[in-house]
């Protein structure tokens, strides 16, 4: 079971070398791409490609994750099958992308439950659901429901497309958006996705930033995300791995704050509010605390 999805890594299926290299960093998660990244000409031996790394693949500590094809495709159903049956051990959870309504996610939880049985895995994979599109916003409180789901993620190029948003960068993925709103243009949506994600204790991950040359743009697209209440972010680019890791790490101030916090309302049992720090804290600001320190470890 993953601890924590500060980062998660998005690796092309078909690119051998590049699975290398993420397994090599400091990554929470890895996530071997069938979908977006691969082109209809590399679907299948991108699949070949994802199973031979994972069956290879030694020593990793860290999560693993599969994105297969839509389910309004013709690969879905197989890369589901032919991925899980052969190493399916090695896998946390599978990335379902463009998830428009619950019965999507319930066509590949039905599909996993025979090919485990089959593979005699021990240990149920995870479905992490990609909310991609109006609809699928629409829908978000039925998705958040369905079986196995362990995550709701945020896919900003597609989402973009979907409501007819204007395209701000070459990317899509997050650039320049300044320029064209004065606010933060996805807080609705991504506040939606958060929000329905802590309802049902699931995690919320935000999508990558596009350009892996600008590590500015990167933090500051990484701590709006963790502001509103995200719990990590997808990477497509090595080098953005440290700062996503450091944004959605607490601080040593962070920690220090939260032990006052915590050690304030120990020495203080039975009280509604206590001072710390000249300021008075109750016990919704001792829920924050506990929760920051708890996320350490």
């Keep these: 079971m993953i601890s924590r999805q500060r980062s998660t890594l998005s690796v092309p299926g078909h690119l ?57 495709t013709r690969y879905c159903f197989r890369d589901a099958i032919e991925v899980v049956q052969a190493a399916g051990a090695k896998i946390d959870s599978i990335v379902l992308p463009k998830v428009d309504n619950a019965g999507d996610v319930h066509f590949l939880s039905r599909l996993l439950d025979g090919v485990e049985l089959e593979a005699g895995l021990q240990n149920p994979i995870a ?37 007819g948003a204007k395209l701000s960068s070459i990317s899509g993925h997050g650039e320049n958006e300044q320029d064209i709103y004065p606010g933060h243009r996805w807080n609705f949506v991504m506040s939606k996705i958060a929000q329905t994600a802590k309802a049902h204790n699931l995690l919320a991950i935000d999508s990558p930033y596009g350009n892996f040359q600008d590590p500015q743009g990167l933090e500051k697209s990484a701590k709006m995300s963790c502001a509103l209440g995200f719990d990590g972010k997808w990477a497509i680019h090595p080098s953005q791995i440290d700062t996503i ?10 920690i220090d704050r939260a032990n006052r916090i915590l050690a304030a309302a120990k020495a203080n049992p039975g009280r509604g509010a206590v001072a710390v720090d000249g300021r008075m804290i109750d016990r919704a600001t001792v829920r924050l605390a506990q929760k920051l320190v708890d996320s350490i470890f």
Excluded: C
């Design 245 to 254: 890791n450091q944004v959605f790490s607490p601080t040593q101030e962070e």
């Design 16 to 72: 051998e070398k590049m699975h290398k290299k993420a397994f090599q960093s400091s990554v929470d998660v890895i996530m071997l791409d069938l979908e977006d990244s691969v082109s209809s000409e590399s679907k299948l031996s991108a699949r070949e490609q994802v199973i031979s790394t994972l069956k290879n693949i030694e020593g990793w500590k860290g999560g693993i994750s599969v994105r297969v094809n839509g389910v309004d």
């Design 127 to 163: 479905i992490d659901a990609s909310i991609e599109s109006s609809i699928g916003v629409e829908n978000i409180a039925e998705i958040a429901v369905a079986p196995r789901v362990r995550s709701l993620i945020f896919g900003i190029a597609d989402y973009s497309a979907s409501i």
